[in-house]
């Protein structure tokens, strides 16, 4: 998902993508902050917050995109058929009710509520939810966040090229009948389409505003939830949520305005909070650790791992798997979360964080009976890099540019990352790149590194919906890990049949993963909040994004 703080101080994510998305999505969470500068007299039955994002929004068009700010608006701006509650459990949104699938699982019928309205007054109809839908598989569309779409029936195929996109187990058979098929059951369908990506779009606003201009501003968005977006132009950098008179549960809601403006370091972000500018914001390195006894710090746990992507192509030094073991065992995690952050992260030693799951079948968290060794071994990582430079053929300099987005704590880890390498492994030389979002998306996306600080922040709460964004060909694997063995892995938990089965491949996956050091995982995200103790009603999810829309202040 992602997106950036790492989206938010990145998070896959992801989160695209960094590491979301929504890097979420860093730790700054991008986009999780908020202000409102007091109510007037003449406002006082008003009610407004104020939002932070790390990174400029710029786009919301949920079938191209996969960024933190996109998703954190979209969390607040609209509905799929399903929505998560305060305790990360779906509940009926769209949709009428919490559907139980039939036919051996694999087919589920939705009925859309009739009171369900767009922003705009359009009626929202199943058909908007297989407009959607097919819209994030069609390769016109230039869609990223296509793997989520795995288990619906035919997806794989459409990915793979072999099928068309109006293909899609997705079907409005009445105007507020949906009917999907799966290929196999899928154990988090539910939680998977309370994602942003799985909302609908209004098919009439969509296409009469043009795909291309959708989603581009406020006046070419239109939406279905709490709020609707204005004063957004495309490039600026706040604008705000207003309450959306059409939205089914409105008296639900007791926000009349929430406000978003872009805050890129920990420190600013302290001082808009002090001076009553801000309701919530994440902080993290200096200004966390010297904040942690604040009667306002709030510790929100997440789903969130912040890693290094590697770029694996052909020709690329790091496509050499000793030179990415070296790389990974010189680089002191603990001294990371320690000296540079100072938040409460900790070291990572999975990519699935802490939390995200429970194994059923040993009744242990995922994350911790996957985990490896963080400890840091120089003698050893300078014996794989010796080796891996000469089956790579490779002497003299070898340059390895490090890139990611243009925030403070980017770069602290950035600097980290660089002394580290560079004072131990001979030859190295780190160049560091910290670029505003486009230009860091637009370097990833053409493979111009070597290393990309970013992060995932979990959509849903299953590890397949970290491992899955790392197989052969992905949008979400910029790194071009690419490896059969692993791929079959998670392809076999995908199809799993039992319990049993599911869980087994999704270690394996795991352990594969760690073993070829396809990726770097640096640490797992605990974000530090200061929130204003007059504001309550927040749901703050472990995997996804926080949900404002029941807030009060």
């Not at 071994?377 to 990611?404: C, D, F, H, M, Y």
């Amino acid at each position: 998902m992602k997106t950036t703080q790492w989206l938010n101080e990145s998070g896959g994510i992801i989160l695209k993508q960094f590491r979301g998305l929504i890097a979420g999505t860093t730790v700054l969470i991008a986009g999780l902050v908020l202000a409102g500068c007091g109510k007037s007299s003449t406002q006082s039955s008003k009610q407004s917050i104020s939002l932070m994002q790390t990174s400029d929004l710029t786009s919301l068009d949920n079938t191209n995109q996969a960024t933190m700010p996109e998703f954190n608006t979209l969390t607040n701006i609209s509905e799929g058929l399903y929505r998560l509650n305060d305790k990360d459990q779906p509940v009926a949104a769209m949709a009428t009710q919490v559907e139980k699938p039939t036919n051996n699982g694999t087919k589920y019928t939705f009925h859309i509520r009739k009171t369900a309205k767009w922003s705009n007054g359009d009626p929202v109809t199943a058909a908007d939810f297989e407009y959607s839908w097919k819209r994030s598989l069609n390769p016109a569309n230039n869609p990223v966040y296509t793997y989520v779409f795995s288990g619906i029936k035919n997806a794989d195929a459409i990915i793979a090229g072999k099928k068309s996109y109006k293909t899609l187990g997705i079907k409005a058979t009445a105007k507020r009948t949906l009917t999907i098929t799966l290929d196999h059951p899928m154990a988090y369908f539910n939680k998977l389409v309370a994602m942003p990506v799985f909302m609908p779009q209004d098919k009439t606003f969509v296409q009469k505003v043009g795909v291309k201009k959708y989603g581009t501003n406020a006046a070419n968005t239109v939406s279905n939830g709490a709020f609707k977006i204005s004063g957004w132009t495309g490039t600026n950098s706040s604008y705000k949520l207003v309450k959306n008179n059409y939205y089914w549960d409105k008296k639900a809601i007791k926000l009349d305005q929430i406000n978003y403006q872009t805050v890129k370091d920990a420190n600013t972000a302290h001082n808009l909070f002090t001076s009553g500018k801000l309701d919530d914001v994440t902080i993290s390195g200096v200004t966390a650790k010297n904040l942690q006894g604040n009667k306002n710090l709030k510790r929100v746990p997440k789903a969130w791992t912040y890693y290094l992507q590697l770029n694996q192509r052909n020709g690329q030094p790091l496509a050499n798997q000793k030179l990415r073991e070296a790389l990974s065992l010189v680089i002191n995690k603990r001294q990371l979360v320690n000296q540079v952050l100072a938040d409460g992260s900790t070291a990572a030693s999975s990519f699935v964080s802490p939390g995200t799951a429970t194994d059923p079948t040993t009744g242990k968290d995922f994350s911790a009976e996957t985990s490896t060794s963080t400890a840091r071994n120089v003698t050893r990582a300078k014996q794989l890099w010796a080796q891996g430079l000469k089956e790579a053929g490779i002497s003299g300099t070898v340059k390895l540019s490090i890139i990611g987005d243009d925030q403070d704590v980017t770069r602290n880890v950035a600097q980290f990352v660089q002394s580290q390498v560079q004072e131990n492994l001979k030859g190295a030389k780190v160049d560091i790149n910290n670029l505003p979002d486009k230009g860091f998306q637009d370097r990833k996306t053409t493979g111009k590194f070597a290393m990309s600080q970013w992060y995932w922040l979990a959509d849903f709460a299953d590890p397949i919906n970290y491992l899955g964004i790392l197989t052969s060909g992905n949008a979400m694997n910029p790194g071009h890990y690419s490896d059969k063995v692993y791929d079959s892995y998670v392809d076999k938990a995908k199809s799993a049949t039992t319990t049993a089965a599911y869980w087994s491949n999704l270690r394996h996956a795991e352990a594969r993963l760690q073993s070829q050091a396809g990726i770097i995982p640096l640490y797992y995200v605990k974000e530090s909040h200061l929130v204003n103790d007059k504001l309550t009603g927040v749901a703050y999810h472990m995997a996804g994004f926080a949900d404002y829309t029941r807030a009060s202040k």
